[in-house]
């Protein structure tokens, strides 16, 4: 059997015009997908690169300092028009600029130009002026560089340590308040050094001067970080990009998702996706094996089996109005009115949330795991049933400890297939859960540690989101391209994680070659 | 649906050896049986002798490989299926609803076509209908899955892997180690359907050999389409055609000495 499945006939290659068309439809395949991958690869990660910021000094002799992003022809007579990015929007009102090349009388990369990375406004540009510390000490020159990073450093280590203090300390502490004297003064010492950190981080400014003469002053509460990309060497600009990616990574959004990272966008699709699986595969698994292993073989399952492919064909829009109608507003309208009368009329489970996303796509799903995991029974062979029955086994134990372990791997392909395509869902989430905007991710530390009623982010939505409904498109292009980019990876390593179970599943007896 | 009883083909009872109740250890009167109105058997009557191996020959289609799943009731999972008569074994009827069908294949092992080992170990195979029982220490379950194992001429090639998949031995081996599997739940009666057609002529000859070993304290009843195998291995044949008993006597006899002309034109090869 083994050898069976090395040595199929092939087409033969060099006979005809049949080979070629499948290895040429074969080659356009693979190109168009790793056009798509190099695509959002490149544009995804490449934004992340601090890339050299020019000072332009135009014929006029207007001066503008901005990092270069494309060029453009120019729509009448000839030219190339070119886009820079110069934030300083509280400026100029605008962070970008359009400048003709031929109208460019010089273009330099000066060192000391800074690029600050603020939480309002975007990003600045300009040479630093001058430094205020706190105690309203004054530096100028190069030190004020110099005092800039170390304070900027400091103030992270606060911030950490703010952080740490919020979570490891106040939080449990006010979680086993009532009563207990001891947390109560605990509480209170904790709010005391809570207190201390942010007298430590507050006050400061820098001072920066704008490439065309305006100078702009920004406290240092803002600013979240500040390079001077021009002066980089290699190795600085790797360990930025990292910092870049993984800032990208691990924090919340910010500037109506335009800038900052999607990591509550990351946890809610890897959440929402986990939580369909679980729903789904054993409401998929049972009515497969009833449809296969039960049902009598008459014109009934033959119809029901019909409809339930089928229904895998429906728009995902179309369960996403079911699940609004049903779920939402039928059962969450229900249990609202019975559990959480108090906080009526703003709804619990009467909106949107994380539990009818999930429950959506498992519907969704549900088709696709029924018709998978029944053509793994269906290839099971009549004789391994009839050789466990014909020990003594009863149809129970035939199925429990024959059939369904052989049909497990089928079963996991059903809910690959099925991860796959909840995943990349974007449409009925719309309808029955999805946020614009949910920093707060689903899990916490507050009971029931799970909030099924909460909206959560799911990237892509984000996507979407981004794209479209940002303020600046410009700004938002290269975080959907990197977005994208992780949406990708995601459901790569949700599937990587189930094929691996498959295939740990199948080799273990060896079963891998014989189906 | 009421099976009809074709009265003109009624078996010539002097064709049809009979043995006493006292040495048969499974007895099958008028049985007829239809897979929806499709005739299988028809009124068969005979015995099968304890400790012996009788074979069922005959052409495709003729009943054979039907009879032999009414004696471990496998016909139960097909509801179209409808039978008439009684099988006994050691005078009980099978069908009765005192049996219990999983107790009763348990008594009656079953061996197929291809070998069918399950997707596990060598050891689990062969314990699986062990474990399906229960109430067996380990140590006692891994002497029987041994013995099991030396009765099926098994032993000695997979003493060494008896973790190793069971899949991975040779179709041969597969087909032992069902044997074995079967053997482990200590049957009294041991179905084989085709057992070596699926295998090679060295693989073949080992099972023959196994059959005639396993004779000594089991009852062995063949299903084959090889006359040669049947003549080799069986002490009586009972030859079938279209659901009907036709000759059923000592293998010597009905190969040598036919009753029947059907007979002897199937078994020279010139049927009609």
């Given at each position: 059997?083994?050898?069976?499945?090395?040595?199929?006939?092939?087409?033969?290659?060099?006979?005809?015009?049949?080979?070629?068309?499948?290895?040429g439809?074969?080659a356009?395949?693979?190109?168009?997908?790793?056009?798509?991958l190099?695509?959002?690869?490149?544009?995804?990660?490449?934004h992340?690169?601090?890339?050299?910021v020019?000072?332009?000094?135009?014929?006029?002799?207007r001066?503008?300092?901005?990092?270069?992003v494309?060029?453009?022809?120019?729509?009448?007579?000839?030219?190339?028009?070119?886009?820079?990015?110069?934030?300083?929007?509280?400026?100029?009102?605008?962070?970008?600029?359009?400048?003709?090349?031929?109208?460019?009388?010089?273009?330099?990369?000066?060192a000391?130009?800074?690029?600050l990375?603020?939480?309002?406004?975007?990003?600045?540009?300009?040479?630093l002026?001058?430094?205020?510390?706190?105690s309203?000490?004054?530096?100028?020159?190069?030190?004020?560089?110099?005092?800039?990073?170390?304070?900027?450093?400091?103030?992270?280590?606060?911030r950490?340590?703010?952080d740490?203090?919020?979570?490891?300390?106040?939080?449990?502490l006010?979680?086993?308040?009532?009563?207990?004297?001891?947390?109560?003064?605990?509480?209170?010492?904790?709010?005391g050094?809570?207190?201390?950190?942010?007298?430590?981080?507050?006050?400061?400014?820098?001072?920066?001067?704008?490439?065309?003469g305006?100078?702009?002053?920004?406290?240092?509460?803002?600013?979240?970080?500040?390079r001077r990309?021009?002066?980089?060497?290699?190795?600085?600009?790797?360990?930025?990009?990292?910092?870049?990616?993984?800032?990208?990574?691990?924090?919340?959004?910010?500037?109506?998702?335009t800038?900052?990272?999607?990591?509550?966008?990351?946890?809610?699709?890897?959440?929402?996706?986990?939580?369909?699986?679980?729903?789904?595969?054993?409401?998929?698994?049972?009515?497969?094996?009833?449809?296969?292993?039960?049902?009598?073989?008459?014109?009934?399952?033959?119809?029901?089996?019909?409809?339930?492919?089928?229904?895998?064909?429906?728009?995902?829009?179309?369960?996403?109005?079911?699940?609004?109608g049903?779920?939402?507003?039928?059962?969450?309208?229900?249990?609202?009115?019975?559990?959480f009368?108090?906080?009526?009329?703003?709804?619990?489970?009467?909106?949107?949330?994380?539990?009818?996303?999930?429950?959506?796509l498992?519907?969704?799903?549900?088709?696709v795991?029924?018709?998978?995991?029944?053509?793994?029974?269906?290839?099971?062979?009549?004789?391994?049933?009839?050789?466990?029955?014909?020990?003594?086994?009863?149809?129970?134990?035939?199925?429990?400890?024959?059939?369904?372990?052989?049909?497990?791997?089928?079963?996991?392909?059903?809910?690959?297939?099925?991860?796959?395509?909840?995943?990349?869902?974007?449409?009925?989430?719309?309808l029955?859960?999805?946020?614009?905007?949910?920093?707060?991710?689903?899990?916490?530390g507050?009971?029931?540690?799970?909030?099924?009623?909460r909206?959560?982010?799911?990237?892509?939505?984000?996507?979407?989101?981004?794209a479209?409904?940002?303020g600046?498109?410009?700004?938002?292009?290269?975080?959907v391209?990197?977005?994208?980019?992780?949406?990708?990876?995601?459901?790569?390593?949700?599937n990587?994680?189930?094929i691996f179970?498959?295939?740990?599943?199948?080799?273990?007896h060896?079963?891998?070659?014989?189906? | 649906?009421?099976?009809?009883?074709?009265?003109?083909?009624?078996?010539?009872?002097?064709?049809?050896?009979d043995?006493?109740?006292?040495?048969?250890?499974?007895?099958?009167?008028?049985?007829?049986?239809?897979?929806g109105?499709?005739?299988?058997?028809?009124?068969?009557?005979?015995?099968?002798?304890?400790?012996?191996?009788?074979?069922?020959?005959g052409?495709?289609?003729?009943?054979?490989?039907t009879?032999?799943?009414?004696?471990?009731?496998?016909?139960?999972l097909n509801?179209?299926?409808?039978?008439?008569?009684?099988?006994?074994?050691?005078?009980?009827?099978?069908?009765?609803?005192?049996?219990?069908?999983a107790?009763?294949?348990r008594?009656?092992?079953?061996?197929?076509?291809?070998?069918?080992?399950?997707?596990?170990?060598?050891?689990d195979?062969?314990?699986?209908?062990?474990?399906?029982?229960?109430?067996?220490?380990?140590r006692?379950?891994d002497?029987i899955?041994?013995?099991?194992?030396?009765?099926?001429a098994?032993?000695?090639?997979?003493k060494?892997?008896?973790?190793?998949?069971?899949?991975?031995?040779?179709?041969?081996?597969?087909?032992?180690?069902?044997?074995?599997?079967?053997?482990?739940?200590?049957?009294?009666?041991?179905?084989?359907?085709?057992?070596?057609?699926?295998?090679?002529?060295?693989s073949?000859?080992?099972?023959?050999?196994?059959?005639?070993?396993?004779?000594?304290?089991?009852t062995?009843?063949?299903?084959?389409?090889?006359?040669?195998?049947?003549?080799?291995?069986?002490?009586?044949?009972?030859?079938?055609?279209?659901?009907?008993?036709?000759?059923?006597?000592?293998?010597?006899?009905?190969?040598?000495?036919?009753?029947?002309?059907?007979?002897?034109?199937?078994?020279?090869?010139?049927?009609?």
């Open positions: 059997m083994r050898e069976a499945s090395t040595r199929r006939l092939r087409l033969p290659r060099g006979e005809g015009a049949g080979a070629w068309l499948c290895a439809s074969v356009l395949s693979l190109l168009a997908l790793l056009a798509l190099a695509l959002l690869t490149v544009r995804g990660l490449g992340f690169w601090p890339s050299p020019e000072l332009v000094v135009l014929e006029d002799g001066q503008l300092a901005g990092e270069r494309r060029e453009v022809p120019l729509a009448q007579g000839d030219g190339v028009e070119r886009l820079y990015r110069t934030g300083n929007r509280d400026l100029d009102g605008d962070r970008w600029a359009w400048v003709r090349v031929s109208a460019i009388d010089a273009v330099s990369h000066p000391d130009l800074v690029v990375e603020r939480r309002r406004w975007g990003q600045a540009i300009g040479r002026a001058a430094f205020e510390a706190a309203g000490e004054r530096i100028e020159g190069e030190a004020a560089w110099t005092a800039l990073e170390s304070r900027l450093d400091e103030l992270g280590a606060l950490d340590a703010r740490r203090l919020r979570e490891e300390v106040i939080l449990p006010a979680a086993r308040r009532g009563g207990e004297g001891s947390a109560e003064s605990e509480l209170t010492a904790a709010h050094r809570l207190r201390e950190l942010q007298a430590a981080m507050a006050g400061g400014r820098l001072i920066l001067a704008a490439a065309d305006d100078s702009l002053s920004v406290p240092l509460e803002q600013v979240l970080g500040a990309p021009n002066a980089m060497s290699t190795l600085d600009r790797l360990a930025a990009w990292g910092e870049g990616v993984w800032r990208f990574l691990s924090e919340g959004p910010r500037a109506a998702n800038a900052g990272g999607v990591w509550p966008a990351i946890f809610g699709t890897v959440l929402m996706v986990m939580l369909m699986s679980i729903l789904v595969t054993p409401f998929g698994v049972l009515a497969a094996i009833y449809l296969n292993e039960v049902a009598h073989q008459g014109r009934l399952t033959r119809l029901v089996r019909i409809a339930v492919r089928n229904l895998a064909g429906v728009p995902s829009i179309v369960y996403g109005v079911f699940g609004l049903v779920f939402v507003y039928g059962i969450g309208g229900r249990l609202d009115s019975w559990f009368e108090s906080a009526l009329p703003s709804p619990t489970f009467g909106t949107g949330g994380l539990l009818w996303a999930s429950l959506t498992a519907l969704l799903t549900l088709p795991v029924i018709v998978a995991t029944e053509e793994g029974l269906a290839r099971i062979p009549d004789q391994q049933r009839e050789g466990a029955l014909a020990l003594g086994a009863t149809r129970l134990e035939m199925l429990t400890r024959v059939v369904l372990p052989m049909a497990a791997p089928a079963m996991l392909t059903g809910v690959i297939l099925a991860v796959a395509r909840a995943a990349g869902e974007v449409a009925p989430l719309m029955v859960g999805v946020a614009k905007l949910a920093p707060q991710v689903p899990v916490d507050d009971f029931p540690f799970l909030h099924l009623e909206k959560f982010m799911h990237l892509g939505y984000h996507i979407f989101d981004a479209f409904h940002g600046d498109v410009q700004a938002a292009m290269p975080l391209y990197a977005t994208a980019l992780l949406l990708v990876l995601v459901i790569l390593v949700l990587l994680t189930a179970l498959r295939h740990h599943l199948s080799t273990r060896g079963a891998l070659t014989r189906r | 649906m009421p099976l009809v009883k074709d009265q003109r083909s009624s078996p010539d009872s002097a064709a049809i050896i043995f006493p109740p006292e040495a048969s250890s499974l007895a099958i009167r008028g049985l007829s049986l239809a897979y109105d499709k005739q299988a058997l028809n009124d068969l009557t005979l015995r099968v002798p304890r400790h012996r191996v009788t074979a069922f020959i052409p495709s289609g003729c009943g054979k490989s009879l032999l799943r009414v004696l471990n009731r496998l016909h139960d509801d179209e299926v409808v039978r008439e008569g009684e099988v006994l074994l050691e005078g009980e009827d099978i069908h009765s609803p005192e049996v219990a069908v107790e009763l294949r008594r009656v092992g079953m061996v197929f076509q291809s070998p069918n080992p399950f997707p596990m170990s060598i050891h195979n062969v314990a699986f209908g062990l474990r399906l029982q229960g109430g067996l220490s380990k006692k379950r002497d899955i041994e013995w099991a194992l030396r009765s099926a098994l032993w000695d090639e997979v060494d892997r008896l973790r190793a998949s069971a899949w991975s031995l040779s179709g041969g081996q597969q087909q032992r180690l069902v044997i074995a599997r079967t053997l482990a739940v200590g049957p009294e009666v041991l179905l084989l359907d085709e057992p070596a057609s699926a295998l090679d002529p060295i073949t000859l080992k099972i023959e050999e196994l059959i005639r070993n396993l004779k000594s304290h089991l062995l009843v063949l299903v084959t389409h090889n006359m040669q195998q049947a003549a080799r291995v069986s002490d009586y044949t009972a030859f079938l055609q279209h659901g009907e008993l036709v000759e059923y006597a000592p293998t010597d006899t009905l190969f040598t000495n036919p009753r029947l002309a059907r007979t002897e034109n199937y078994i020279t090869g010139r049927m009609a």
